[in-house]
């Protein structure tokens, strides 16, 4: 079992531009959950995605959007990059909402 | 206001001493625990939980931690602690509101010295 893959690793990106992150859950999991964390901090809840649908959001704003794939993969994007939004981005997946297993993220740092 | 609290940014301890280190919330809904512990430049992996049943939970590599409703605490404990502890822990709750989302406490760094 693979567990929870995040690709990529790292990436350096500049102000203005967009970025994809990209998670595979867990076998048998079917909720891909999103999590910011800056260095230093807690994670923060992006949003939720099952059955192809965002479920829940988090307190960020439009720039941020998913998408959940038939084969439960997920995508984050982040359009308009700014500085701010440099940090470790957390996938997790779960077979519900309760126990959720974590990627190793992707570390997005903005120049 | 809902919120996970955890006071102590850093906990220094030698090996092979007892630890605690705290997290409390606030809540007006039932609610299920997590404590995450994550290593430089990891994600994060789950030590324990508690959704139902005993409040004693026992999770992995000798963790543990007490529910304890009145006092709106979820303290994680481990007798005698090992170099290969040192590492960031995180309390994690989910306010069962129909939100579901899990809501993190700000960390604490337990360094273990030789």
């Known amino acids: 079992d693979a567990g929870v893959t995040q690709s990529p690793t790292h990436l350096i990106k500049t102000r203005g531009q967009q970025v994809t992150l990209r998670c595979s859950p867990k076998?048998?999991?079917?909720?891909v959950s999103w999590y910011q964390q800056a260095l230093g901090q807690g994670p923060q809840f992006i949003f939720q995605?099952?059955?192809?649908?965002?479920?829940q959001r988090g307190n960020f704003p439009d720039r941020f959007s998913g998408h959940q794939f038939p084969n439960y993969s997920s995508e984050l994007n982040v359009n308009a990059l700014l500085l701010g939004d440099s940090a470790l981005y957390l996938c997790?997946?779960?077979?519900?909402?309760?126990?959720?297993?974590f990627g190793p993220g992707t570390r997005l740092t903005v120049t | 206001a809902q919120s996970v609290t955890q006071l102590d940014s850093q906990v220094p301890v030698f090996e092979e001493a007892p630890v605690e280190l705290r997290c409390n919330y606030s809540?007006?809904?039932?609610?299920?625990l997590f404590w995450y512990v994550q290593y430089p430049n990891q994600g994060l992996q789950l030590l324990l939980k508690?959704?139902?049943?005993?409040?004693l939970v026992k999770g992995i590599n000798g963790f543990e931690a007490e529910f304890n409703k009145s006092q709106t605490s979820f303290h994680l404990r481990k007798p005698s602690v090992h170099i290969s502890d040192t590492a960031e822990y995180f309390c994690?709750?989910?306010?069962?509101?129909?939100?579901?989302?899990?809501?993190f406490g700000t960390g604490t760094r337990l360094q273990v010295f030789p």
């Open positions: 508690y959704l139902s049943g005993s409040t």
């Open positions: 076998s048998g999991h079917d909720t």
């Open positions: 997790a997946s779960s077979r519900d909402s309760y126990e959720q297993y």
């Open positions: 995605y099952y059955e192809e649908e965002e479920r």
């Open positions: 994690a709750v989910i306010f069962l509101d129909n939100t579901d989302k899990l809501i």
């Open positions: 809540s007006s809904v039932s609610v299920y």
